[in-house]
Protein backbone atom coordinates (compact mmCIF):
# COMPACT_ATOMS: atom_id res chain seq x y z
CA UNK A 1 0.00 0.00 0.00
CA UNK A 2 1.25 3.09 -1.07
CA UNK A 3 2.11 5.53 1.99
CA UNK A 4 1.56 9.29 2.20
CA UNK A 5 2.35 11.09 5.57
CA UNK A 6 1.37 14.73 4.32
CA UNK A 7 -2.01 14.83 5.69
CA UNK A 8 -0.49 14.52 8.91
CA UNK A 9 -0.07 18.00 10.75
CA UNK A 10 3.55 17.73 12.20
CA UNK A 11 4.98 16.17 8.90
CA UNK A 12 3.66 19.27 7.08
CA UNK A 13 4.60 21.39 9.85
CA UNK A 14 8.07 20.28 10.08
CA UNK A 15 8.49 20.41 6.38
CA UNK A 16 7.50 24.27 6.43
CA UNK A 17 10.07 24.32 9.12
CA UNK A 18 12.90 23.68 7.07
CA UNK A 19 11.31 24.78 3.38
CA UNK A 20 13.62 28.22 3.20
CA UNK A 21 16.89 25.77 3.85
CA UNK A 22 16.60 23.26 1.09
CA UNK A 23 20.11 23.41 -1.06
CA UNK A 24 20.24 25.06 -3.79
CA UNK A 25 16.03 25.71 -3.75
CA UNK A 26 16.29 28.78 -4.80
CA UNK A 27 18.14 28.65 -7.87
CA UNK A 28 15.64 26.06 -9.00
CA UNK A 29 12.81 28.52 -8.10
CA UNK A 30 14.86 31.65 -10.14
CA UNK A 31 14.87 28.78 -13.05
CA UNK A 32 11.37 28.21 -13.28
CA UNK A 33 10.28 31.46 -12.69
CA UNK A 34 12.09 32.27 -16.67
CA UNK A 35 9.81 30.23 -18.07
CA UNK A 36 6.37 31.42 -17.32
CA UNK A 37 4.74 32.85 -20.17
CA UNK A 38 4.89 36.86 -19.95
CA UNK A 39 1.45 37.14 -21.01
CA UNK A 40 -0.11 34.68 -18.07
CA UNK A 41 -3.12 35.51 -16.75
CA UNK A 42 -4.19 32.27 -15.22
CA UNK A 43 -2.10 29.79 -13.00
CA UNK A 44 -2.59 26.22 -11.48
CA UNK A 45 -0.65 25.64 -9.05
CA UNK A 46 -0.56 21.99 -8.21
CA UNK A 47 0.54 20.47 -3.99
CA UNK A 48 0.54 24.42 -3.40
CA UNK A 49 2.01 23.76 0.27
CA UNK A 50 1.92 27.01 1.48
CA UNK A 51 1.91 29.31 -1.15
CA UNK A 52 5.65 30.10 -1.31
CA UNK A 53 6.01 28.99 -5.24
CA UNK A 54 2.84 30.66 -6.34
CA UNK A 55 3.36 33.81 -4.42
CA UNK A 56 6.69 34.22 -6.68
CA UNK A 57 4.90 33.75 -9.67
CA UNK A 58 2.22 36.53 -9.08
CA UNK A 59 5.05 38.57 -7.58
CA UNK A 60 5.91 38.58 -11.38
CA UNK A 61 2.82 38.46 -12.82
CA UNK A 62 0.79 40.96 -10.50
CA UNK A 63 -2.35 40.81 -12.80
CA UNK A 64 -3.09 37.27 -13.24
CA UNK A 65 -5.17 34.99 -10.92
CA UNK A 66 -4.79 31.39 -9.59
CA UNK A 67 -5.92 28.37 -8.41
CA UNK A 68 -3.60 26.76 -5.91
CA UNK A 69 -4.68 23.24 -4.79
CA UNK A 70 -3.33 20.89 -2.31
CA UNK A 71 -4.94 18.19 0.55
CA UNK A 72 -2.67 18.88 3.49
CA UNK A 73 -5.03 20.50 5.97
CA UNK A 74 -1.81 22.23 7.30
CA UNK A 75 -0.75 23.09 3.87
CA UNK A 76 -4.01 24.39 3.22
CA UNK A 77 -4.10 26.72 6.45
CA UNK A 78 -0.48 28.27 5.48
CA UNK A 79 -1.43 28.91 2.08
CA UNK A 80 -4.67 30.61 2.76
CA UNK A 81 -3.23 32.90 5.74
CA UNK A 82 -0.77 33.75 2.65
CA UNK A 83 -3.29 34.71 0.53
CA UNK A 84 -5.94 35.73 2.90
CA UNK A 85 -7.22 39.51 0.96
CA UNK A 86 -6.31 38.60 -2.33
CA UNK A 87 -9.22 37.46 -4.30
CA UNK A 88 -6.59 36.77 -7.60
CA UNK A 89 -6.13 33.56 -5.78
CA UNK A 90 -8.81 30.67 -5.26
CA UNK A 91 -7.18 27.65 -2.36
CA UNK A 92 -8.81 24.74 -3.07
CA UNK A 93 -8.65 21.18 -1.51
CA UNK A 94 -8.14 18.38 -3.99
CA UNK A 95 -6.04 14.94 -3.54
CA UNK A 96 -3.73 14.65 -6.57
CA UNK A 97 -4.48 11.27 -6.50
CA UNK A 98 -7.41 11.70 -7.82
CA UNK A 99 -8.65 13.12 -11.66
CA UNK A 100 -7.96 17.11 -11.32
CA UNK A 101 -11.72 18.78 -10.97
CA UNK A 102 -12.86 21.20 -13.94
CA UNK A 103 -10.71 24.25 -13.49
CA UNK A 104 -10.93 25.50 -16.79
CA UNK A 105 -8.01 26.55 -19.14
CA UNK A 106 -4.40 28.20 -17.95
CA UNK A 107 -1.36 30.06 -19.35
CA UNK A 108 0.86 28.27 -16.80
CA UNK A 109 0.65 25.27 -14.70
CA UNK A 110 3.26 25.33 -11.72
CA UNK A 111 4.22 22.33 -8.80
CA UNK A 112 7.10 22.08 -6.53
CA UNK A 113 8.34 18.97 -4.74
CA UNK A 114 4.70 17.74 -4.99
CA UNK A 115 3.95 15.00 -7.83
CA UNK A 116 6.77 12.61 -6.84
CA UNK A 117 4.55 11.19 -3.72
CA UNK A 118 1.96 10.19 -6.78
CA UNK A 119 2.74 6.31 -8.10
CA UNK A 120 4.08 6.70 -11.11
CA UNK A 121 1.06 5.54 -13.10
CA UNK A 122 -0.62 8.71 -11.58
CA UNK A 123 2.31 10.88 -12.32
CA UNK A 124 1.38 10.03 -16.33
CA UNK A 125 -2.17 10.25 -15.74
CA UNK A 126 -1.61 13.96 -14.11
CA UNK A 127 0.63 14.88 -16.81
CA UNK A 128 -2.11 14.46 -19.64
CA UNK A 129 -4.62 16.35 -17.41
CA UNK A 130 -2.46 19.25 -17.36
CA UNK A 131 -1.33 19.24 -21.15
CA UNK A 132 -4.88 19.22 -21.01
CA UNK A 133 -5.18 22.63 -19.33
CA UNK A 134 -2.83 24.17 -20.99
CA UNK A 135 -4.36 27.39 -23.30
CA UNK A 136 -1.70 27.05 -26.42
CA UNK A 137 1.76 28.48 -26.23
CA UNK A 138 1.27 27.94 -21.76
CA UNK A 139 3.60 26.25 -20.23
CA UNK A 140 4.06 23.49 -17.29
CA UNK A 141 7.02 23.67 -14.81
CA UNK A 142 7.43 21.02 -12.23
CA UNK A 143 9.88 21.85 -9.87
CA UNK A 144 10.54 18.02 -8.64
CA UNK A 145 12.13 15.55 -6.23
CA UNK A 146 13.77 12.70 -9.22
CA UNK A 147 15.31 9.50 -8.78
CA UNK A 148 19.00 9.13 -8.51
CA UNK A 149 20.45 6.49 -11.28
CA UNK A 150 22.92 4.92 -8.50
CA UNK A 151 22.24 4.25 -4.46
CA UNK A 152 25.48 5.97 -3.93
CA UNK A 153 24.27 8.80 -5.51
CA UNK A 154 21.22 8.73 -3.50
CA UNK A 155 22.84 8.22 -0.53
CA UNK A 156 25.35 11.02 -0.97
CA UNK A 157 21.95 13.69 -1.65
CA UNK A 158 20.21 12.79 1.04
CA UNK A 159 23.09 13.20 3.60
CA UNK A 160 23.29 16.57 1.68
CA UNK A 161 19.98 17.60 2.78
CA UNK A 162 20.42 16.32 6.27
CA UNK A 163 18.78 12.73 5.93
CA UNK A 164 19.87 9.06 5.56
CA UNK A 165 18.23 5.75 3.58
CA UNK A 166 16.74 5.28 7.02
CA UNK A 167 15.37 8.79 8.03
CA UNK A 168 13.72 9.80 4.27
CA UNK A 169 10.36 10.09 3.39
CA UNK A 170 8.45 7.09 2.88
CA UNK A 171 5.59 9.41 1.17
CA UNK A 172 8.46 9.54 -1.70
CA UNK A 173 8.10 7.61 -4.87
CA UNK A 174 10.79 8.41 -7.31
CA UNK A 175 11.43 8.73 -10.66
CA UNK A 176 13.99 8.93 -13.01
CA UNK A 177 14.02 12.17 -15.04
CA UNK A 178 14.47 10.78 -18.23
CA UNK A 179 11.22 8.65 -18.23
CA UNK A 180 9.53 11.46 -17.34
CA UNK A 181 10.88 14.03 -19.97
CA UNK A 182 10.26 11.39 -22.38
CA UNK A 183 6.17 10.89 -21.11
CA UNK A 184 5.86 14.67 -21.44
CA UNK A 185 7.23 14.63 -24.94
CA UNK A 186 4.46 11.40 -25.98
CA UNK A 187 1.57 13.25 -24.52
CA UNK A 188 2.26 16.04 -26.61
CA UNK A 189 4.31 18.94 -24.81
CA UNK A 190 7.16 20.67 -26.99
CA UNK A 191 10.51 22.69 -25.54
CA UNK A 192 10.56 19.87 -23.02
CA UNK A 193 13.67 19.80 -21.54
CA UNK A 194 15.49 19.73 -18.09
CA UNK A 195 16.28 23.11 -17.28
CA UNK A 196 18.00 23.28 -14.00
CA UNK A 197 19.50 20.20 -11.73
CA UNK A 198 21.13 19.60 -8.58
CA UNK A 199 21.54 15.96 -8.03
CA UNK A 200 18.06 14.92 -6.93
CA UNK A 201 16.01 18.10 -7.61
CA UNK A 202 15.48 19.50 -10.77
CA UNK A 203 13.25 21.82 -13.24
CA UNK A 204 11.35 19.70 -15.59
CA UNK A 205 9.08 21.56 -18.30
CA UNK A 206 7.10 22.02 -21.62
CA UNK A 207 5.18 23.53 -23.05
CA UNK A 208 1.64 23.15 -25.49
CA UNK A 209 2.79 24.22 -28.86
Known amino acids: MAVNLWTRTDHALDYLERADSI ?9 LLEFIPPTTRRILDLGTGDGRLLALVIRDHPNAEAVAIDFSPAMLDA ?11 AVITHNLDDPL ?15 HHLVHERKRALYSEIFGLLNLGGAFCN ?18 IGFTVE ?39 GRRG
Open 167 to 205: TEDPSNKLLDLETQLRWLREIGFVDVDCHWKWRELALLA
Open 101 to 115: PDLGKFDAVISCFAI
Open 23 to 31: THRTEGESS
Open 143 to 160: LEHVASPTPRLHEEFLRG
Open 79 to 89: AQKRFAGDASV
